[in-house]
């Protein structure tokens, strides 16, 4: 069994889990996001999109149902015990054989939690859930259940946090000697995924951004690849993965030149990021987090070039993204407590003048000022 935690870590996450279903009165929920999987028992897979459910019941038993390519997957990488295996063939319909099963686990009338909320449970699916379901009990969306319980991270977590950092750093140190007049944004990529997986790691759960020229002023992964002019920009955002446990960083790295637009907006991300640390403290909110960025924006006159976001929680997440909730966005009362693990992201992209510039790192918050997880500090990488 290759298992990345000790049994006492996913007793301890289960007992957790126990207490809040509990506390809702749910007699079972239905986990669909293969996070939620990973973190209660281990289980490590993906094409999860094609309809899998972990049935977690009051007492703590589970019982997984799954797909015969994912039996062994199960087996080898998880707690789990007891596994069902749905087939496919023509016109299957897998919520029925999971209301079967749900009726085999003597849950009929129950009180039953779905975790909606997840790419582990398509839209067409999740209809197909609800008719089936319909009833059957009573239905309630937990989706933020589980995703709640990972926000704050266990020394065992943060360890692997930890690792993942000090992987992202490596993909750093393993680019910068690329990023010159000529240097092949390909080849970087490579340079930067290569490092991660010399040192253990894992892919992302979503592509690392990589954009020069124009392209820099984009945060989302494209197709198509550039060489690197004597003056230019470079916009890379990545992660380092350790056991699926992710630590993020965002950079946007200069060739030649210092343009003065460049040094000012700079400045301004510098400046709200460590606005945003001293806003990084228990007794303070998500939401709190984000108004100390977007006052630094509006104090150097960047309102309209900013995000309406400025980062997020991270931990072990699986494709197609790794950004988990809660986001540092408006209004968001989640507040910051010890032990997260958090990204956060100055993104200012001026479109009038072309010019880009990022500048982001994980944070492990602590009863006071969170830590840096990576090694780097915030000076401005040109070269």
């Avoid at 950079?251 to 606005?275: M, Y």
């Avoid at 209004?331 to 997260?340: K, V």
């Avoid at 958090?342 to 944070?363: K, Q």
Wanted: aromatic share 8%; net charge negative; proline share 3%.
């Amino acid at each position: 069994m290759a298992l990345h935690f000790e049994k006492t870590e996913f007793d301890a996450r289960r007992d957790r889990l126990m207490i809040e279903m509990a506390e809702r009165k749910l007699d079972a929920m239905l986990l669909f996001a293969q996070e939620s999987m990973y973190w209660l028992t281990g289980y490590d897979t993906f094409g999860f999109c094609f309809f899998q459910c972990l049935v977690v019941k009051s007492d703590g038993s589970m019982v997984l149902m799954t797909r015969s390519a994912d039996l062994r997957q199960a087996r080898h990488t998880s707690t789990i015990e007891n596994i069902v295996v749905w087939t496919d063939r023509e016109g299957v319909n897998p919520a029925a054989e999971l209301r079967n099963l749900l009726n085999d686990l003597d849950l009929l009338g129950c009180r039953i939690g779905v975790e909606y909320d997840t790419h582990g449970l398509t839209a067409y699916n999740g209809r197909l859930l609800d008719e089936e379901l319909k009833t059957f009990g009573t239905i309630e969306d937990a989706s933020r259940v589980v995703s709640r319980l990972r926000l704050l991270k266990s020394a065992a977590e943060i360890r692997k946090a930890e690792r993942a950092a000090a992987l992202a750093d490596d993909a750093l140190d393993a680019a910068l000697p690329l990023i010159k007049q000529g240097g092949d944004e390909g080849a970087i990529l490579a340079a930067m995924q290569g490092a991660i997986f010399a040192g253990g790691g894992d892919y992302p759960a979503n592509e690392f951004i990589i954009g020069s020229g124009a392209d820099a002023l984009l945060c989302r992964y494209k197709a198509g690849r550039r060489k690197l002019n004597k003056n230019d920009q470079l916009t890379l955002e990545w992660a380092g993965v350790y056991h699926h446990y992710h630590a993020a960083m965002m950079r946007t790295v200069l060739t030649g030149k210092v343009s003065k637009r460049h040094q000012e907006l700079f400045d301004a991300a510098r400046d709200a990021l460590l606005a945003v640390e001293k806003a990084m403290v228990p007794g303070k909110t998500f939401g709190d987090v984000f108004d100390a960025h977007a006052r630094v924006m509006e104090a150097h006159g960047l309102t309209r070039h900013r995000l309406n976001a400025c980062g997020y929680s991270l931990g072990a997440r699986f494709t197609p993204s790794w950004m988990d909730a809660p986001m540092f966005y408006a209004g968001n009362p989640e507040p910051i407590a010890p032990d997260m693990t958090l990204f956060a992201h100055m993104i200012i992209m001026d479109s009038e003048t072309e010019t880009a510039m990022t500048l982001g790192r994980t944070y492990l918050t602590t009863d006071a000022a969170p830590r840096p997880l990576s090694r780097y500090d915030l000076d401005l990488i040109a070269q």
